[in-house]
C-alpha cells in the first residue's frame, strides 16, 4: 500500500482525537468526496492493521481508533490500547465537541481523557496515586479583556 498524505493525517488525528466516527472523519479529510471514497479507504487503513475499527456505535455507525502499527507510522508509540464499547459513543462526542472548540479558535491546547491517563499513570496496570475520576478533557484560554466595557469614574 502506497501511504498518501490525507493518510497520514488520518493517523495523526486518530492520535490526537483519541477515536473518531466514520462521519468525523469524512468531515475533517473527504469533504466533496461521496462517503463510499472515505469507506473504501478506512477499509484499506485497516486491511494494512493501521486503524482499528470500532462497532460498538449506536445506528451502526462505525468509530476508529489507532493501531500501534498506526502510531508507529507516525512515530507516536503510545496509543490507545483498549476501547470501552460502554464509552465508545461518549469519547466520540467528546471528539466532537474539540473539534467545535477547535473550529472557533478555542480548545488549541485541548488534553483529553486519554492523553490525561497517559500523563498520570493510569493505564499503567491501573496503578496511579490519582484519584479514581479523571475529567473528560482539559484546555485553559485566556480571556482577551474588553476595554470598551470599562467605564472609568472620576
Avoid at 485497516?46 to 462497532?55: A, F, G, P, V
Amino acid at each position: 500500500m502506497e501511504m498518501q498524505t490525507r493518510d497520514l493525517q488520518i493517523l495523526t488525528a486518530l492520535y490526537r482525537f483519541g477515536i473518531l466516527s466514520s462521519k468525523q472523519i469524512e468531515n475533517l479529510f473527504f469533504t466533496n468526496t461521496h462517503f463510499t471514497v472515505r469507506n473504501r479507504r478506512l477499509r484499506i487503513l485497516e486491511k494494512e492493521n493501521l486503524i482499528l475499527r470500532i462497532d460498538s456505535m449506536p445506528s451502526k455507525m462505525l468509530a476508529w481508533s489507532l493501531s500501534k502499527k498506526g502510531g508507529a507510522a507516525i512515530n507516536c508509540y503510545e496509543t490507545q490500547r483498549f476501547t470501552n464499547r460502554n464509552t465508545t459513543l461518549h469519547d466520540v462526542t467528546l471528539s466532537g465537541v474539540r473539534i467545535s472548540l477547535e473550529d472557533i479558535g478555542l480548545g488549541k491546547d485541548f488534553t483529553n481523557e486519554l492523553e490525561l491517563k497517559r500523563m498520570d499513570g493510569l493505564q499503567n496496570k491501573g496503578k496511579s496515586n490519582s484519584p479514581g475520576q479523571i475529567a473528560d478533557g482539559l484546555f485553559i484560554e485566556q480571556m482577551k479583556p474588553d476595554y470598551g466595557a470599562i467605564r472609568l469614574h472620576r
